[in-house]
């Protein structure tokens, strides 16, 4: 069972549980999505305890060989999640929410970009004042993250998740938005006959689930050139990205605990 194409496709049945059949239930309390949701974790992690785990590894195994980057200096990083991720939540979905999900082997990852982005943005904001040539536009972040004109000398690549945790990295969570109506209120000026209600304490909160991830993940980072030179630009954006992961984390709700990651 690929968990992309079931989120996505609404030909991949789950025993009735098509997404055309979910959009249809959908009642605004999240019901049919969380049984939805369940039956889709199960479903798998039923696959993924078959042999489509050897497979798996084997392709693992394969995208992490150093040859396959060319002629290149490799560092590679195995993180695991201290709190779940929520990858991709805001990107277009019939579900609401969504999740980064491969989109060949339907496991949940971590997009290189995704990976740049956030090590470049806590190089400059959170080590730019003690470190000035850290600060978006100062030497060594030019030299990292590159500039408009052009590339920087670190490729961030997707990280996937690892054999032993591929089989249990989707987890199901949910929101519990108090104020949904306040919230949904559409103000029109010319209407003056109508009255806003205003939020209150004992408004009722409305449970929605949405589908989250917990793994470990393997990190690759590159770097082009002779290899000493190569290694210390590829240690320092190391130590910058796994600052990020732990301090800051990576996706959607971060300030609200999630996407942390530490080093294995």
């Known amino acids: 069972m690929n ?6 496709k609404s030909n991949e049945d789950m025993q009735d549980m098509s997404l055309k059949l979910i959009a249809s239930k959908e009642d605004g309390r999240g019901d049919a999505k969380r049984v939805f949701y369940q039956k889709l ?3 798998y992690e039923t696959d993924w305890n078959t042999a489509k ?3 798996y590894k084997h392709y693992y195994e394969r995208y992490c060989k150093h040859e396959n980057f060319g002629a290149t200096t490799l560092l590679p990083i195995v993180v695991r999640s201290q ?3 929520v990858i991709g939540h805001g990107g277009g979905s019939v579900l609401e929410t969504g999740l980064a ?3 060949i082997y339907g496991v949940p990852y971590l997009p290189g970009t995704a990976l740049k982005g956030v090590a470049s943005h806590y190089a400059h904001r959170q080590l730019g004042d003690q470190h000035p040539a850290l600060k978006r536009e100062g030497a060594d972040y030019d030299i990292l993250f590159g500039t408009q004109s052009s590339a920087g000398c670190i490729q961030f690549h997707d990280a996937l998740p690892t054999p032993e945790t591929v089989c249990t990295a989707l987890k199901q969570d949910v929101l519990t938005p108090h104020h949904q109506d306040y919230n949904g209120i559409i103000v029109e000026s010319y209407r003056k006959d109508i009255e806003y209600e205003a939020p209150r304490d004992d408004d009722s909160p409305v449970p929605i689930p949405f589908l989250s991830a917990s793994a470990h993940f393997h990190i690759v980072l590159t770097c ?3 290899q000493e030179q190569a290694m210390k ?3 320092l954006a190391k130590a910058i990205l796994l600052g990020a992961l732990r301090d800051e984390g990576i996706g959607g709700k971060t300030n ?3 996407g942390r990651l530490l080093e294995v």
């Open 3 to 8: 968990a992309h194409l079931a989120m996505t």
């Open 41 to 43: 974790i199960k479903a």
């Open 53 to 55: 785990k050897s497979w």
């Open 83 to 85: 709190t779940s991720l």
């Open 101 to 103: 999900l491969h989109r």
């Open 224 to 226: 082009e050139g002779e």
């Open 233 to 235: 630009w590829l240690s």
């Open 256 to 258: 609200a605990g999630y």
